[in-house]
């Protein structure tokens, strides 16, 4: 049979949730990993619509264990089929700092949900992704140091530009696979993060953000581009 698997993490609401819809739309297998699936309530309804297509499972990014239980749960999950699209998407962004007042705890949280979290966990997939199969970093031009013009989100913004170094390092370390590793900007988002003023809706972003990886080569493994497919500089 053949399946095309994918897994979206932060998978609950936003963005995440949409690539979701937008997978389970054109055919695809899904696995839904979020912090708390008992709470995931339009995740499963949608599991229920469709049936055998849509796993939800626990994953909280900050917690290596975590990574851990779930590359143990996705063989059972894919009857040990691979996974073809790794979406690395659940990420924080901690609004209102001022230069003065930054918090180690929000440069932290920051690093660890947004650079660490997307890194370890690719690393603990890595033996079930297919030959060939794409994993998305989804970053932000804010994590972009040749685009930096202010002081804005400098938890978010750091650690993201580390992200950034992750996608880049993940580039080389599965390049022997020919498994290609990218950077995606999804625009300015009408989410929780993003606010109800952004420019984009969900759909418009995954729509563009899903044609940008599907005829991905590997010569465009370790790059960074946004939503519309523009490379955007490191
Ligand atoms: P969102 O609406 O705030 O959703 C964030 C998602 O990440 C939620 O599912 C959240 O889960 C999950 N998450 C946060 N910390 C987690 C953790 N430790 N473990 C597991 N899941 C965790 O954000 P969004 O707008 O959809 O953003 C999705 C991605 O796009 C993020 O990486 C973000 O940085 C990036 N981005 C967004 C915009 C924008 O304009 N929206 C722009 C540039 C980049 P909970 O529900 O459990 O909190």
Redesign the pocket.
């Known amino acids: 049979m053949d399946r095309h698997h994918c897994l979206v993490?932060?998978?609950?609401?936003?963005?995440?949730?949409e690539f979701v819809r937008q997978l389970l739309a054109r055919g695809d297998h899904v696995i839904a990993?979020?912090?708390?699936p008992g709470k995931a309530t339009t995740l499963n309804l949608l599991a229920g619509e469709h049936p055998g297509r849509l796993q939800v499972l626990p994953?909280?990014?900050?917690?290596p264990r975590s990574h851990a239980a779930l590359a143990a749960e996705v063989p059972l999950v894919t009857d040990e089929e691979p996974l073809d699209l790794l979406i690395n998407?659940?990420?924080?962004?901690r609004g209102g700092e001022r230069f003065g007042q930054v918090r180690p705890s929000d440069l932290d949280a920051s690093f660890?949900?947004?650079a660490a979290?997307p890194f370890l966990l690719t690393q603990a997939l890595a033996p079930q992704l297919a030959e060939g199969a794409t994993v998305a970093n989804?970053?932000?031009?804010?994590g972009s140091i040749a685009l930096r013009q202010e002081f804005r989100t400098p938890s978010?913004a750091m650690g993201?530009a580390a992200q950034n170094m992750a996608t880049s390092l993940l580039a080389q370390a599965l390049a022997p696979r020919g498994i290609k590793v990218v950077a995606l900007?999804?625009?300015?988002?009408?989410?929780?993060?993003?606010g109800a003023q952004?420019a984009?809706s969900?759909q418009e972003s995954v729509a563009g953000l899903l044609r940008v990886l599907h005829p991905l080569t590997l010569d465009q493994s370790g790059e960074f581009f946004d939503w519309q497919g523009q490379p955007l500089p490191w």
Not at 33 to 36: D, I, K, P, S, V
Not at 59 to 63: C, F, H, P, T
Not at 185 to 194: A, E, N, Q, S
């Open positions: 993490t932060g998978a609950n609401r936003g963005l995440g949730l990993a979020c912090r708390q994953l909280d990014l900050a917690d998407n659940a990420g924080v962004l660890h949900t947004n979290g989804i970053s932000s031009e804010v978010y993201k900007h999804p625009g300015w988002v009408r989410t929780d993060m993003g952004a984009l969900a």
